[in-house]
């Protein structure tokens, strides 16, 4: 183990470019760099281990600031980089920089792709674990970046270690196991997608927390048994702000205020430090809390301070630059974390125990030597306590101890061993050393026992658990072959049913064709009277109209004369220019009252025809709206029965060419009948020897004969011209037949297809919920032996504390024994070796266990993966299956409705070709005739 050693915070400067915004405000560059180690801002100097400028590139950066702690971390030291600075400085841009660019990517990445490069490097007999964890400190709550779902903040508590000084972690923080540097990034990318970030004034994306990307490596030699464990903090400061320049409001603000806070107890505890305060305030923050190991600790720590160039951020890039000084000035503690195998316990065991025995042979020579000198006596020189000796002797007893040579050193002071005591001392270590080899090997058949049966039952179950899901595979495809034949089964009576029904339906539609003429003839005699109705109607509504007017023109003309009257009346009343009697005005008066009652008569009378009238044209309306209901119906019927009359003539067309057929041939049969009766009556003329007669007759009827001829030659030419066109049409009818079966077979050929998708699809989603049912199972077994293994630790590591308790107990009653009486001392060395025994033991199946539980920790992220992968897959197999499923029902539907089609089509064309095979017929009887 190496001794702790002091080392300083390395701090490292770095500048970054004037950016498009400074630029364009015409912002001065400050920064002068006077060497590799100095720089001026406004002719103050300051010193740190390198200054980079603004063209620095990133692997120049990465090789003079991080290279080297990846070989420290393998080594077995505690590393720690962070970068701090102001607001949009170019801290992220160090630390990460482009994740996935060669030449643009970080310190982060490089890092990781340099500590694979190592590892493939060194020796094949070292075995190295390697987990990573990424957390942010967000207004100042620690949040797992790597699992969003945990939504309580976590919190810091300090993990102990027997073998090194131990490490502050946030509890709940996710840990992965990583193989490789793909796995590594992939979890930065995953962590830095949770991460907060905002726009302020100064930067588009401002990070709002501090990151922490934590890298654990644990490494054991095979070959030794040697374990080193290393950590590598990664931290990504946010930056320092001011609300002016940022702009920052609402939830950004708060942020920013958070962030201040955080980084000024940062800046308390670099002073403490710097200062040798007795006190450090780490707990003042949750960042100072986890990074109390970096700043003064067990960590080899390396700050680099990120600054802006430009005279705008002039203060504060000065304040950056003066916290890097102080904090060059903190000094780290620096020791391998190393874990002792047994052996080497029991080695510093009986070191101790050596050096404690020489020690007390020295006290008890000083003790001597003081009491003679008390006592008046003079001591000679040769008898007095040499120191030089006495430290030779000790290293003397240290290289023995070395070599496994555990007996003390007779010639040390105040020890005195006979031979005989060294014989048997030595003999039952040889003893002892033989039964733990003994042991050793028992225990190491016994594993080898275990393990081979352990295979066993693994092959065993897993042949048993194929043999099911083969028995299960075939098993369902059985059931699917007795569907499959039952749905033919089916399809095959409905096609003998559906070809019955067809038969049914030809008889029935022929008759309903008859009926439809019949009613299409009475709904053409129904729509003639009702169009005629319909035209009585509108006359009669017409003429309604011109009287409604007249009536009202006669009462308009009657009413204004009335009011003329009236008021000519009244003038003549009010003017008083009325000279006759009164007999006169009476009668007068009277006269207009019968005149007005008339009116009165009369209006009523129109006000009534009027209201008659107007209900009359109501109904009028009414029932013109249902005419032309009834006459749209009609028109819809008639368009029907137009098309029905429409095939029915063609229908009547092939019936009349069928007759007309038939009249030709009765023709051709009265021709021969003609011709037979002609040559008997030629025959009988020849018998009575009427040689004349016969000849006019025979050419009479040679006559008629030939013209026959000619209409038949004609008849027969016309028939051969239709026999072409139909023997046309059959081929066009032959090849449409043909497109349409190779269609019929390539959608049959398809719908097998997906088919065997369907089924091959259902049988992996079977296979896959089987291996995710066994994979939660095999996780849940897991976790029950993680925790079984965590109580047999605590339990063990308890039983040590109370060995280690007992064995320092008895090994001072054993040194007040051995003061006291040395006869006791054989019996307490067989204790002791006892207690030895017992202490090997137990660190072998400490050790056991431990190698246990990393291998179960190991393995448990990859299953996790592999099981979130297999639901994902499972998903994705569920919808496509649902896909194909919907797709198989429209294409089955598609393909149902073309067999269909062509079945209809098909039909038709037999019984087209039935007629037409008979047409022929009786066109070839007609032609032999």
């Keep these: 183990m190496a001794d702790p050693a002091e080392c300083t915070i390395k701090v490292m400067c770095r500048f970054r470019p004037l950016n498009s915004s400074e630029v364009a405000r015409g912002d001065k560059y400050i920064p002068k760099f006077t060497g590799e180690d100095q720089v001026s801002i406004s002719g103050k100097p300051f010193m740190f281990d ?66 694979f490069n190592y590892i493939y490097s060194m020796d094949e007999n070292l075995e190295f674990h390697i987990k990573v964890s990424y957390f942010e400190i967000y207004l100042d709550r620690i949040k797992d970046l790597l699992d969003v779902f945990h939504h309580n903040p976590l919190f810091v508590y300090h993990v102990k270690s027997q073998w090194f000084l131990g490490s502050l972690c946030p509890q709940g923080c996710t840990e992965r196991f990583v193989c490789s540097p793909e796995e590594v990034m992939d979890t930065i990318d995953e962590g830095k997608s949770n991460r907060h970030v905002a726009v302020t004034n100064m930067n588009e994306h401002s990070s709002r927390s501090h990151s922490i990307f934590q890298i654990n490596v644990k490494q054991e030699n095979t070959a030794t048994e040697q374990k080193l464990s290393g950590k590598l903090y990664l931290v990504d400061l946010a930056g320092s702000e001011k609300v002016g320049k940022t702009g920052a409001e609402g939830a950004v603000l708060e942020e920013a205020k958070n962030i201040n806070k955080s980084l000024s107890a940062l800046g308390n505890v670099i002073s403490a430090l710097a200062e040798g305060s007795t006190y450090v305030p780490y707990r003042d923050s949750k960042m100072t809390r986890i990074l109390q190991d970096s700043l003064g600790g067990n960590c080899r720590t390396t700050m680099v301070i990120c600054a802006s160039p430009s005279a705008y951020n002039e203060a504060e890039t000065k304040s950056t630059l003066m916290f890097g000084q102080r904090a060059k000035t903190i000094k780290n503690t620096v020791c391998l974390n190393v874990e002792l195998t047994a052996e080497q316990w029991k080695k510093k065991y009986e070191r101790e125990k050596a050096k404690n ?30 120191k030089e000796k006495a430290n030779a002797e000790v290293q003397a007893l240290d290289n023995v101890v070395n070599n496994e040579k555990m007996a003390p050193s007779p010639n040390i002071p105040g020890v005195k061993l006979t031979d005989a005591e060294k014989e048997k001392c030595e003999a039952e270590l040889s003893k002892l050393y033989k039964q733990l080899d003994d042991k050793d090997d028992e225990i190491n058949q016994q594993s080898q026992l275990a393990e081979k049966l352990k295979q066993q039952m693994l092959d065993q179950e897993e042949l048993l658990a194929s043999s099911r899901r083969d028995h299960d595979n075939l098993q369902v495809e059985l059931n699917r072959l007795q569907s499959e034949n039952e749905a033919s089964k089916e399809e095959v009576k409905e096609v003998l049913q559906a070809l019955e029904e067809l038969a049914v339906n030809y008889d029935q539609k022929s008759q309903e064709v008859e009926d439809k003429t019949k009613e299409f003839e009475a709904l053409s005699e129904e729509l003639n009277q009702k169009s005629s109705i319909l035209v009585s109607i509108d006359s009669e509504l017409q003429k309604l109209k011109e009287m409604t007017n007249h009536q009202k023109k006669r009462v308009t003309e009657m009413m204004s004369s009335l009011l003329k009257d009236l008021a000519e009346i009244g003038i003549a009343v009010g003017s008083n220019d009325i000279k006759v009697g009164s007999g006169l005005i009476d009668e007068e008066f009277t006269v207009a009252r019968l005149y007005i009652s008339k009116m009165k008569s009369e209006v009523k009378t129109m006000v009534k025809r009027s209201k008659q009238l107007e209900s009359t044209q109501a109904e009028s309306n009414e029932k013109m709206d249902e005419n032309e209901k009834e006459l749209a119906s009609c028109q819809l019927r008639i368009s029907q029965h137009e098309a029905k009359i429409k095939s029915l003539t063609e229908y009547l067309q092939n019936v009349e060419q069928k007759k007309r057929q038939l009249e030709e041939n009765v023709d051709s049969l009265n021709e021969e009948l003609v011709k037979i009766s002609a040559q008997e009556k030629v025959q009988a003329m020849e018998k009575e020897n009427e040689v004349q007669t016969a000849t006019e007759v025979k050419e009479a009827v040679e006559h008629q004969i030939q013209s026959h001829r000619e209409a038949h030659q004609k008849q027969i030419s016309s028939l051969r011209d239709e026999l072409d066109n139909k023997e046309k049409l059959i081929t066009e009818l032959q090849d449409l037949n043909q497109k349409i079966m190779l269609e019929q077979e390539r959608l049959r050929v398809e719908h097998e297809k997906l088919k065997s998708t369907d089924q091959d699809k259902s049988r992996k989603l ?11 199972q095999a996780r849940q077994d897991l976790k029950g032996l993680e925790e079984t293994v965590a109580k047999e630790l605590q339990t063990l590591h308890n039983l040590r504390k109370l060995f280690v308790q007992d064995l320092a107990t008895r090994v001072k009653k054993s040194a007040e024994m051995d003061s006291d009486d040395t006869g006791g ?11 030895e025994n017992n202490l090997e033991q137990l660190t072998k199946v400490h050790k056991q266990l431990v190698r246990d539980n990393a291998d179960l920790r190991c393995e448990l992220p990859k299953l996790e993966k592999r099981l979130r992968a297999t639901a994902e897959r499972v998903k994705a197999l569920e919808s496509a299956l649902k896909e194909a499923k919907e797709n198989a029902a429209r294409d089955r539907k598609r393909y149902q409705q073309e067999v269909d089609r062509i079945k209809e089509a098909v039909r038709a064309k037999n019984m087209a070709r039935r007629g037409h095979s008979a047409q022929i017929g009786e066109e070839h009887t007609h032609m032999h005739a």
């Design 766 to 776: 079977h296979e896959l919920t089987v291996m995710q049912d066994r994979r939660e």
């Design 50 to 115: 390198r200054v980079f400028g603004s063209n620095t590139t990133q692997e120049q950066m990465y090789k003079a600031s991080a290279q080297k702690i990846v070989k420290d971390v393998l080594e077995g030291y505690n590393g720690t980089i962070f970068a701090f600075g102001q607001t949009s400085s170019g801290k992220t841009h160090t630390m990460e920089g482009s994740l996935h660019d060669p030449d643009g990517m970080g310190i982060i990445p490089r890092i990781v792709q340099d500590i």
């Design 357 to 386: 025995t020489t020690l007390r042979g020295t006290v008890t020579w000083l003790e001597n030597e003081l009491n003679r000198w008390r006592n008046g006596e003079s001591v000679p020189v040769e008898e007095q306590f040499d």
């Design 825 to 835: 001392s054989a019996a307490q060395k067989q204790k002791i070796s006892f207690l």
